[in-house]
């Protein structure tokens, strides 16, 4: 079984549309994350998430939202879609901030 | 914000020769320090971790060492293998909200 799964694993779609990406986790975590990694291979924060406190790093357009409907799932939706949205999107899960991260396998966006 | 530095960006050895990674993080705060080895194409994974409490800790050929005062941590391989080949990853907890902060990667190739 995969400890986080996200589908899809590959989005291709045009400027401007709306899409979502799925996340959930079998580990029993109570951390949530989101990652970008652009073509540079630069893995940044977006989103850290548990059920008590959403962080959101000052960095990410409000066009990126993230829902959980429970503890296992965190979805990433991306509202107007732009070219510099390109990039490998990772989510990860965490029993805490200060524990091991486990990784999905990533969602690759590319933005027509 | 608070920073991780990586280097070197490239780093080439020879197979059974040893490789260093560096990091220097500016947040004295930061207690949790991981490195992930992520393969072209795969998702991040872990390989060794050090808290803040400990100056060095190794498992089999990796090792990782830990200078509070200096605010640096390397990661050590020894006997290096060509399946050593990947972008390895620093990282560290930052900040109010303890997220993990990554180095920008450090592209390892084992010459055979």
């Known amino acids: 079984d995969t400890a986080v799964s996200q589908t899809p694993k590959y989005l291709v779609t045009q400027m401007g549309n709306d899409k979502s990406i799925k996340c959930e986790q079998n580990l029993g975590h109570d951390t949530m994350y989101w990652y970008k990694q652009d073509s540079k291979k630069f893995l940044k924060i977006m989103f850290s998430?548990?059920?008590?406190?959403?962080?959101i790093n000052e960095t990410v357009p409000n066009r990126f939202s993230p829902k959980s409907p429970d503890k296992a799932h965190l979805n990433l939706h991306i509202n107007s879609l732009e070219l510099g949205d390109s990039a490998v999107y990772f989510c990860?899960?965490?029993?805490?901030?200060?524990?091991?991260?486990?990784f999905g396998d990533g969602t690759r966006l590319s933005i027509l | 914000g608070e920073n991780v530095e990586q280097h070197p960006s490239t780093l080439s050895v020879q197979e059974g020769d040893s490789a260093v990674i560096k990091c220097t993080y500016s947040d004295s705060a930061s207690n949790y320090f991981p490195w992930y080895k992520q393969e072209l194409g795969k998702r991040p994974q872990l390989i060794i971790d050090i808290r803040s409490n400990v100056g060095e800790k190794k498992d089999q050929r990796i090792a990782v060492t830990l200078n509070k005062t200096a605010k640096h941590f390397s990661l050590h391989i020894t006997e290096t293998q060509p399946e050593d080949s990947a972008v390895y990853f620093c990282?560290?907890?930052?900040?109010?909200?303890?997220?993990?902060?990554f180095g920008s990667g450090t592209q390892l190739t084992v010459l055979p």
């Open positions: 990282a560290a907890t930052t900040g109010s909200a303890r997220q993990l902060t």
């Open positions: 998430y548990n059920n008590k406190e959403l962080i």
């Open positions: 990860a899960s965490s029993q805490a901030s200060n524990q091991p991260q486990h």
